[in-house]
């Protein structure tokens, strides 16, 4: 069976190299301002977190939409209350480095930079481009890589979201102090999708983590479900993209739990 996820990471390998050679870590390192934890900062005040993702392409569907651009989105979630906003910048999602720096300029809320990344060089490269966050993925990183690269990423005032698939995943991220764990309803070699991959999670993770459910979500009763069983948050691509109304859609998932905060509060 074809496996797209150990496709990506040994393309990136090289991508990675090509990069280095370009522009050296100590260039980088020197140009950093360092960041301080906006993501985070936001997560603790919330009931309930959208991450709404920009995205145009999936390597197994295809383009997704044409109707909007990366910058056009960012803008749609930014004023329909995403608390933060997922900016590819690997090509086989049409991401770019460019693309996230557009972003970066006209949007105020924070930015998590979505990318494999497989060499500490990335997690300064983000920095760089202006990210508040980035994504780890456990499966693709041995147990100490994944704490060391969550402590780099800390070192410059960013955010992780860890990213599990199975119980074997979300052990690695637990033996970590990451705040932030994302579970992937996504299947890593074939990218089909179902909810039912958080629910049968859940009962392993450690709920005094953010718990933030990836991909898969389609309807706003996929969104209540999640919110149902356990789940801090939702990361949300293409149910967004390909909705009838993205600002509609975006407000919807936005506003998850924040009614029964409301009752709560007058009760």
Known sequence: MRDILAEIVEEKRDTVEAAKREQPLYDIKRKIVYSSFRGSKRMRNEPWILIAECKLQSPVKGRLTKRYSVLELAHTYEDNGALMLSVHTDPHFLGSNEDFCAVRREIEIPLLRKDFIIDEYQIYESRLLGADAV????????REELKRFLYTTWSLGMDALIEVH??????????????????????????????????????????????????????????????????????????????????????????????????????
């Open 166 to 267: 199975d119980r074997d995943d979300m052990e690695k991220a637990l033996a970590t102090p990451a705040e932030i764990i994302g579970i992937n309803n996504r299947n890593l070699a074939t990218f089909k999708t179902s909810i039912k991959q958080t629910i049968e999670l859940l009962p392993y993770a450690d709920r005094n983590r953010k718990l933030i459910s990836e991909s898969g979500v389609f309807t706003e009763e996929d969104a209540k479900r999640l919110y149902t069983a356990g789940c801090d948050g939702v990361l949300v691509g293409e149910g967004l993209v390909r909705s009838a109304d993205v600002s509609a859609f975006t407000r919807a998932l936005a506003g998850i739990g924040r009614n029964d905060k409301s009752a709560q509060a007058t009760a």
């Open 135 to 142: 994504l780890l993925i456990a499966r693709i990183l041995e």
